[in-house]
């Protein structure tokens, strides 16, 4: 269903020549698990489809590029620092503007423990300069860039850094990232920083007081921040010491599955009660539930429907966390940087999937959302609140 018009066959990189300027990679097809849509009838199929054209849908929080077909080689593939733009796959999707996490922390460019600032920086510059190159993906810098792109049949890109460790102890640096173009920024990845602690340690003392100053800087420059990845109580003392809006950008519900990586309900609440939102992801083995202890897109809309019941309709959107390639694969790949040893399940048996059903990558999430929630009954002014509106109202209130 072609309603990004304004693609017109860009490939990542294509003014350098492979092989002589890059390392070349075979990458998986952005399908490798081959498409599955939620079945609907004529009737709900065309009313996905008017509504596709009619409204903005956001990916709050994804890994829209292209990985290696060995997922294995990853590694030196990262290392190169020019991952590649799955723009085609992209022009088949439903968003109108999606949040580009960049490589996380898998950015291990110069160091194998990653989340280094001159390598935070080579992948960002690297993307600006394949984006600088092409005119379907238009950096996105204020709401109403995100309108235009939905307009246009473009999409309309956040570059994000999913943790503030590269600022070490430099205020300065949110300004810098600020005017490279990042308008979102996690307090913390899973490890702790100079800000406060990840989810993953044992002990949160909560934000530190450099940290408050961040939280403070963030609100001055109009950076949207990010709680995904804090320990309970960093993001409680972040809700509270943020003068704007804050978000957990891929999250899930701990009440349903036992995981540190998931959100406690007061915490939920927290981030609601200041007007912010909480995005549902569905990375691999997080957002599962003890109904639907495998994962596929039916475990994580439990996860969804939980917090629309426990905050609203208002305060919830979708941060799949997705990408092209083998997420599971990578998951073992980096299992040490992304934390997965350390923020699992550990009360509930579970069989490891291979995908996500439903849910593996960016352009086949957008579609199964929206056709997710048509075929469960929900009225389109509340999807459109859900899969962009919402979103759309923080960011009013936080961008500058």
Not at 77 to 90: K, P, Q, T
């Amino acid at each position: 269903m072609g309603i990004k018009t304004a693609y017109k066959g860009y490939q990542a990189y294509s003014y350098l020549k492979p092989g002589r300027d890059y390392p070349e990679y075979e990458f998986a097809p952005w399908n490798w698990v081959g498409e599955y849509l939620v079945p609907l009838t004529p009737e709900e199929e065309k009313r996905v489809e008017v509504f596709a054209r009619d409204n903005i849908v956001i990916a709050l929080h994804e890994h829209p590029t292209f990985f290696p077909k060995d997922i294995a080689q990853t590694v030196p593939y990262n290392r190169d620092g020019r991952e590649f733009c799955a723009y085609e796959a992209l022009s088949l999707s439903y968003i109108d503007c999606v949040f580009d996490n960049m490589m996380d922390g898998t950015c291990t460019i110069t160091s194998k423990s990653g989340w280094k600032w001159t390598d935070v920086l080579h992948d960002l510059g690297m993307r600006l300069c394949d984006i600088a190159h092409q005119d379907f993906l238009v950096q996105c810098k204020r709401v109403e860039d995100i309108e235009q792109a939905h307009q246009c049949g473009r999409i309309a890109w956040v570059p994000v850094m999913e943790g503030a460790g590269p600022i070490e102890n430099e205020l300065d640096r949110i300004d810098i990232l600020y005017g490279l173009g990042v308008r979102m920024l996690g307090v913390t990845y899973s490890e702790s920083n100079a800000l406060g602690n990840g989810l993953k340690e044992d002990n949160d003392a909560g934000l530190t007081k450099f940290g408050k100053a961040a939280v403070q800087r963030m609100n001055q420059v109009g950076m949207l921040i990010d709680i995904s990845h804090c320990g309970p109580k960093t993001g409680r003392d972040t809700v509270e010491h943020s003068a704007a809006p804050i978000i957990a950008s891929h999250v899930g519900a701990r009440s349903l599955w036992n995981s540190k990586r998931l959100f406690t309900d007061d915490l939920i609440q927290a981030i609601a009660a200041r007007g912010g939102v909480v995005g549902i992801e569905s990375a691999p083995h997080t957002t599962m539930t003890k109904t639907h202890n495998t994962h596929d897109i039916d475990s994580v809309m439990e996860h969804f429907e939980y917090v629309a019941n426990l905050v609203g309709i208002d305060h919830v959107a979708f941060g799949i966390d997705s990408l092209y390639g083998d997420h599971v694969g990578l998951h073992h790949v980096f299992a040490g940087h992304l934390s997965k040893q350390d923020t699992s399940n550990v009360e509930v048996e579970y069989e490891e999937v291979p995908y996500v059903k439903g849910l593996e990558n960016p352009t086949e999430a957008s579609k199964n959302i929206v056709r997710w929630l048509v075929k469960h009954g929900y009225a389109d002014s509340e999807i459109a609140k859900i899969v962009g509106g919402n979103v759309m109202r923080v960011l009013r209130q936080v961008w500058k």
